[in-house]
Each structure stands twice: as structure tokens, then as C-alpha cells.
């Protein structure tokens, strides 16, 4: 079945800590991205890659970093710099145009100790 | 900017009652495109729907239907019927001229009751 993975499902991170929360798809889809959603919030885009190697900052980057080695991967990593990174994050990746459909994965949930 | 309003945050209908969620846009690009998406507590948002600024045609799939008004900038999302499976958080979102991501409402959390 083609679709989108997220893992873990759930990721506990200390004080200090870097983490990285794994993207992968199999629908041969050019574009990948990563948004964040807060309680009562709708998403927010925190990056984008449309090419492999290649990635853009969306409206809330700061205390993290991707990379696009792999046309089917797009880890996030959430450094120590990020100070509330307590949220769901969920993975989409998209075919063709920009304006085409995003499908998203099932998401991971950050939770500080 | 983009923007989207959901004004709505919560809304609670008895089963079989219809039940409309509304969706407000703000874009000074002239294409675009308006979603709209399902999340049910399993956390994954599930695509319902898609539609270009330049097709104002109203829309129905089943029980589901969307009213797409540029003179009101508004993209109405309506359930018909509705059932307990319905009960979820509903998002709009839209997306438009060269930039990339969606910008998505706040989203409206639909429950339905036995």
C-alpha cells in the first residue's frame, strides 16, 4: 500500500535534547513538509522540501532542521533550541504543482519531561 | 497574507440533524485553492475535498456538500444527515500564488450526539 509513515507514534524528549522524528513515503511525491499543531490550533508549516536536496524555512523554523537526502525521507529534528516543542507533528508530501493535494501521515506527538 | 477563519470552534448536533461549518478566506491571489480536511481522533487529517478559485460550482458527495462563494470569500462545508462517525475536528485551508503549504483555519470540532 502506498502512503506516509511517521514514526515514533509517540516521543519523549528531556531538557536539552535533540530528537528527530522520522517521514517517509512511498508515493513517489516530489514535495514533503512538516507542520506542527498546537491544541485548539490548526497547523503550521515549519518546513518544506519540493526537491531532494533541497529544502525552504516555512512560518515557524526556528528550533528546527530537516534534510532531503532521499527523495521518500524528510526527518525533522527538533533541537534544544525550540523551548515549547510539546505538539503533534504531522508529515504530508504532495505530486505535480504546488497547489496540488497534500496527503498526510499519521503523525507524531512530542511531549517534553 | 493568507488567512482563514473558522469561526466556529465547536459545534454539537444530535444524529440525523444537518449541519453546516463555515470557512472564511483571506488571499490577494487571484488562483487558489481551498481544502478541506478531516481529523478524527486517530490525529490523521484525511483530504475530503479540493477546488479552484476559477470553479465557484457547488459540490456534493454523498451525505457531504460545499458551497464555494467568492463574494463572500467563503467555502461552506456542509454534512447532511449527519452520523456519529462525522464527530471529528474539521479543517479548511487554502493555498494560492507561488507560495508553498497550506495555511489552515484554527478548524471546528464537530461532534455529534446519539
Known amino acids: 500500500d502506498g502512503g506516509i509513515t511517521q514514526s515514533p507514534k509517540y516521543l519523549f524528549r528531556k531538557e536539552g535534547q535533540n530528537v528527530t522524528l522520522s517521514c517517509e513515503q512511498n508515493l513517489n511525491h516530489d514535495a514533503m513538509y512538516w507542520y506542527r499543531q498546537d491544541p485548539g490550533q490548526g497547523l503550521r508549516l515549519i518546513y518544506y522540501s519540493q526537491i531532494v536536496n533541497d529544502f525552504q524555512k516555512g512560518d515557524i523554523a526556528e528550533g528546527y532542521s530537516v534534510s532531503r537526502e532521499k527523495k521518500e525521507s524528510f526527518p525533522l529534528t527538533v533541537t534544544s533550541a525550540q523551548k515549547n516543542p510539546t505538539a503533534f507533528y504531522l508529515c504530508?508530501?504532495?505530486?505535480?504543482?504546488?497547489?496540488?493535494?497534500?496527503?498526510f501521515g499519521p503523525g507524531t506527538r512530542l511531549l517534553v519531561l | 497574507a493568507q488567512k482563514v477563519t473558522q469561526a466556529q470552534t465547536e459545534i454539537s448536533v444530535v444524529e440525523k440533524e444537518d449541519v453546516t461549518l463555515d470557512c472564511v478566506y483571506e488571499?490577494?491571489?487571484?488562483?487558489?485553492?481551498l481544502f478541506w480536511y478531516k481529523q478524527p481522533p486517530s490525529g490523521e487529517l484525511v483530504f475530503l475535498i479540493r477546488?479552484?478559485?476559477?470553479?465557484?460550482q457547488n459540490e456534493i458527495s454523498g451525505r457531504y456538500s460545499w458551497n464555494f462563494q467568492k463574494s463572500t470569500s467563503s467555502f461552506n462545508f456542509t454534512i447532511t444527515a449527519s452520523q456519529v462517525v462525522d464527530s471529528a475536528v474539521y479543517f479548511c485551508a487554502l493555498v494560492g500564488g507561488g507560495a508553498d503549504g497550506l495555511t489552515f483555519g484554527k478548524g471546528t470540532h464537530l461532534i455529534i450526539q446519539p
Open positions: 504530508a508530501s504532495r505530486a505535480g504543482l504546488t497547489m496540488e493535494t497534500q496527503y
Open positions: 488571499t490577494r491571489d487571484t488562483t487558489y485553492y
Open positions: 477546488r479552484n478559485s476559477f470553479d465557484e
